[in-house]
């Protein structure tokens, strides 16, 4: 994923494009799931860092 500096927008910006082209695959990085009944566990464990993980939540 190489191009991804400058300010948080712009790297959002590019990372949005990377995986809406396929370019990148989020899968590899995925380490947890959570279901929407769960998404205060999921928001838990982003805030205190808890597995280093930014979980998706699935609704």
Do not use: Q
Request: charged share 25%; aromatic share 6%; proline share 7%.
């Amino acid at each position: 994923m190489e191009g991804l500096v400058g300010n948080f927008g712009t790297r959002m910006t590019r990372l949005m494009r990377l995986l809406a082209t396929g370019t990148a695959d989020p899968a590899p990085m995925t380490t947890h799931r959570f279901g929407i009944a769960k998404a205060e566990d999921a928001l838990d464990s982003m805030t205190s860092k808890r597995d280093g993980v930014k979980p998706p939540i699935t609704y």
